[in-house]
């Protein structure tokens, strides 16, 4: 059960109507690592959650946050907006240029939004729900958090860089520092897990049937060698139960493909005997 408090987690009170920087910002409201995102990505771990509580009670205790993150980015979206037809026809009338694209504004803002933020990115993308991962493995949903929350952080903080705008700064300087918060908890988590489990997801698999001959070989694949100093080319790997290995000429190891032909029925493209082959 949900309850709705009417004041705002934080403040979101924008200095000055600014349509084009509203459309800039849904990329933190609906883009991939967008805070509608994060808040559906941990509250559907949390309900299917099927480990120990603590973890559940965590991952709704963040993801109900996340709600609030969604509402404060909508308004401020929607104060960005206000007046914006008005402010976009004055701009029109004395830059053509700028009327020709409308200044940059979403012009979806206004005419299906009514001046209201949208369940979209910064390009008019509509959110969708692919952008969530609720696997029911904790450790790797864990990482898929901390992804998302360093590229929501990355781009808050670029949004940051783009305004001048001191309300808006404030109200980025809050979510920016909540997800220093949410990396470092990911983090506290993943090793948490890592320590019981170990590091390479899922623990359960039976290392019998996986071909350990290739489990710690490093395949430079591509022109150069430069790699060969990486961390991960040699020394003791990084779950301790091996030692990394540079492979810098890899070998193929498996059959050189040739697929049959298609049967008549898929008018496919035949080879240069398939006439005898449509003879049979």
């Not at 001191?166 to 520092?177: P, T």
Request: charged share 25%.
């Amino acid at each position: 059960m949900f309850f709705h408090v009417k004041e705002l987690q934080y403040n979101a009170k924008p200095d000055r109507s600014d349509p084009v920087y509203a459309k800039k910002l849904q990329e933190i409201l609906g883009g991939q690592f967008g805070e509608i995102s994060v808040m559906m990505q941990y509250l559907f771990q949390g309900w299917n959650c099927r480990a120990d509580q603590k973890y559940r009670d965590m991952l709704l205790d963040i993801g109900t946050e996340e709600i609030a993150h969604v509402e404060m980015l909508a308004t401020m979206i929607a104060q960005l907006l206000d007046k914006a037809p008005i402010e976009e026809q004055e701009q029109m009338a004395k830059d053509p240029v700028i009327g020709a694209v409308m200044g940059g504004m979403n012009p979806q803002h206004a005419i299906v939004g009514g001046l209201g933020a949208k369940p979209d990115d910064s390009v008019g993308y509509p959110w969708t729900a692919r952008y969530t991962i609720a696997s029911g493995n904790l450790l790797a949903d864990f990482r898929a958090n901390l992804n998302a929350e360093s590229q929501g952080r990355l781009q808050a903080v670029r949004l940051y860089e783009m305004t001048d705008d001191k309300g808006v700064r404030d109200m980025l300087s809050f979510l920016i520092a909540r997800d220093t918060m949410h990396q470092n908890q990911w983090l506290a988590a993943i090793q948490e897990l890592e320590e019981r489990e170990g590091v390479v997801v899922p623990s359960t698999f039976n290392r019998e049937y996986e071909k350990q001959e290739v489990s710690y070989s490093f395949m430079d694949c591509s022109k150069g060698t430069e790699s060969q100093s990486g961390r991960w080319a040699s020394g003791t790997s990084m779950d301790g139960k091996g030692n990394f290995e540079y492979v810098g000429e890899p070998e193929a190891m498996g059959q050189k493909p040739v697929l049959k032909p298609a049967p008549p029925y898929v008018h496919g493209t035949m080879p240069a005997d398939g006439a005898s082959l449509l003879e049979h």
